[in-house]
């Protein structure tokens, strides 16, 4: 039952998100386009793009089962698979027509400009704050002793990509003596600058989670980067490992 509820709204998630519906216009598109190019095309072509179609769908279920692998949330297994699909559909409409491959790239362009990918809405365990009310909840003291925060944006494509972690890790983690936050710099970018993290640019740092003890910043994620070198790719293993987290979940645990 529980299998078919998440199907359900997959298919719902599917049909309703303009992000994801236009894809689904787009790729089943390619279809009605190859069974009429299949009349005008030369045997020769045809014969070459049936084999380029072949290895575009090996090579696109390789990836697909690497990114399974390796990515740990949804969102992001959904933009590395759609990237890769584009790419190859670009490569094989180039065999039947360029200008084809031309009015590809327009529709996806038009895509990115009017839909956006949704980020995942639940919160967990996490809270959603304005500035002025995380700025209350670490000055009064009489809540949490430590505050993880994320400050995100829902136009930072890291921040939809990675809008799974922080919410799944707050269920595992949230207790009395830490709790989880989350901060919208789309809504307020005036905090950006308060909690020092640039939000665009070469040095875009969305999202950025801050760890405060007593309403003190004590460690960060990215750390201020002024090498520019290369940041790790965000996962829930990585942000537990950054901040602790297994450490202070004990001493909750042993505290009490």
Same mark, same amino acid.
Request: glycine share 6%; with cysteine; charged share 15%.
């Given at each position: 039952?529980?299998e ?5 709204a997959?298919?719902n ?8 519906f236009f894809?689904f216009?787009? !790729?089943f ?6 069974s009429?190019?299949?009349n005008v095309?030369s ?9 380029r179609?072949i ?5 696109f279920?390789m +990836?697909a089962?690497y990114k399974i692998?390796r990515?740990e949330?949804?969102e992001g ?5 759609l990237?890769f $699909?584009k790419?190859?559909l670009?490569?094989?409409t180039?065999?039947m ?12 362009s038009?895509i ?7 980020p995942?809405e639940e919160?967990?365990?996490?809270s959603k704050l304005t500035p002025?009310?995380l700025?209350?909840?670490?000055a009064?003291g009489?809540?949490?002793? !430590?505050?993880?925060v994320?400050f995100r944006?829902s136009?930072s494509? $890291?921040?939809?990509?990675a809008?799974?972690?922080?919410p799944e890790?707050?269920i ?5 003596n830490?709790s989880f936050g989350?901060?919208d710099?789309?809504l307020f970018p ?5 909690f020092g ?10 999202p950025?989670y ?5 309403a003190t910043e ?8 002024f ?6 790719? +965000? ?6 490992r950054h901040?602790?987290?297994?450490r ?7 505290g009490?």
């Amino acid at each position: 039952m529980k299998e078919q509820n998440n199907l359900m709204a997959w298919l719902n998630q599917m049909v309703g998100e303009p992000y994801y519906f236009f894809h689904f216009l787009a !790729f089943f598109s390619y279809f009605i386009v190859r069974s009429s190019a299949a009349n005008v095309l030369s045997p020769q072509i045809t014969q070459l793009l049936f084999h380029r179609e072949i290895q575009a769908i090996l090579a696109f279920l390789m +990836l697909a089962a690497y990114k399974i692998v390796r990515e740990e949330t949804w969102e992001g297994f959904v933009t590395d698979t759609l990237f890769f $699909g584009k790419i190859f559909l670009v490569a094989l409409t180039l065999i039947m027509d360029y200008h084809l491959t031309l009015w590809y790239l327009v529709v996806f362009s038009v895509i990115y400009v009017l839909a956006q990918q949704p980020p995942f809405e639940e919160l967990g365990s996490s809270s959603k704050l304005t500035p002025l009310q995380l700025e209350a909840l670490l000055a009064e003291g009489n809540t949490s002793r !430590f505050w993880l925060v994320e400050f995100r944006a829902s136009f930072s494509s $890291g921040c939809r990509r990675a809008s799974r972690c922080f919410p799944e890790l707050s269920i595992t983690y949230s207790n009395k003596n830490l709790s989880f936050g989350i901060v919208d710099l789309g809504l307020f970018p005036n905090a950006a600058e308060k909690f020092g993290i640039s939000p665009g640019g070469s040095m875009g740092q969305l999202p950025t989670y801050i760890l405060f003890e007593n309403a003190t910043e004590v460690s960060r994620f990215p750390e201020f980067n002024f090498e520019a070198t290369p940041t790790p790719p +965000l996962s829930k293993q990585l942000l537990a490992r950054h901040f602790e987290l297994d450490r202070l979940l004990l001493e909750y645990v042993n505290g009490n």
